[in-house]
């Protein structure tokens, strides 16, 4: 006989739990002990975030380091059977890489979910193209790319309707097919200079938000060179 799960309590949603989700579905998951929850990343202060925001007693220690990565990791586990039920009710389950979903998460707090996702497994890039020479000028361009990836095909293209129902923005859809084999599709969602300029404003719509500090920096420094809806030269 299958072990019966207990009742699970229903958290109340706020703007910190909706990005701690977001965390937990790109850089989190769950045991299959059916209690623990466990984080990682190679950014501190994201660790310390999700900490501070789920009030955990639970310490950051560092990860193993199988000799690929390029920096350190860190990981902060902790045991709560009630919100492991509650996690598995909205869509995240153990071994959820390349077969999660839809996540439950009301429309109000979907964009903090999606800043935790940014701030999880997302990138903002930016940099400059010295794209052309003519009669002896160079002219530049400020490349500006924001990407969420994922290894589950249901859960990219649900997120990326959700972004189309709910984001003032738009945003590509696209498949990397794997270069070795033995290898899966990894699939992003990729938003050009000015959508990612409107993607900014969306996500970081008040000051005290949950957010990886660094990112939100990248975002707001470009944002501050937006003139009349156009993005000037920032060299």
């Known amino acids: 006989m299958p072990k019966k799960r207990l009742p699970f309590k229903k958290f109340t949603w706020t703007p ?13 998951n769950l045991s299959k002990d059916g209690r623990h ?8 202060d994201l660790l310390k975030t999700f900490q501070l925001i789920l009030n955990l007693n639970a310490k950051i220690t560092q990860s193993y380091n199988n000799g690929f990565a390029k920096k350190p990791s860190y990981r902060i586990q902790f045991s709560n059977v009630q919100f492991y039920n509650w996690l598995i009710s909205i869509g995240i389950t153990p071994a959820k ?25 997302g990138t903002i890039f ?24 994922s290894a589950s095909q249901l859960h990219i ?11 003032p923005v738009n945003g590509a859809l696209i498949c990397n097919n794997p270069t ?3 290898r899966v599709p990894m699939w992003e969602i990729k938003f050009s200079k000015y959508e990612s300029l409107k993607l900014f404003k969306w996500l970081y719509y008040d000051k005290n938000l949950p957010t990886l ?12 060179h937006v003139v009349n809806n156009k993005l000037i030269r920032l060299i």
């Open 16 to 28: 910190g739990l909706a990005y701690a989700i977001g965390l937990i579905v790109t850089d989190g």
């Open 37 to 44: 929850i466990n984080m990682r990343s190679s950014d501190m």
């Open 97 to 121: 890489t390349y077969t999660i979903g839809e996540v439950k998460i009301p429309i109000k707090y979907f964009r903090d979910f999606l800043r935790g996702h940014l701030d999880g497994d």
């Open 126 to 149: 930016t940099y400059i193209d010295n794209y052309n020479h003519y009669r002896g000028r160079t002219y530049t361009n400020q490349r500006i790319f924001t990407k969420f990836i």
């Open 157 to 167: 293209t649900w997120l990326h309707n959700k972004i189309k129902e709910l984001a």
């Open 180 to 182: 070795r084999p033995n």
């Open 213 to 224: 500090k660094r990112k939100r920096q990248i975002a707001e420094d470009l944002l501050r």
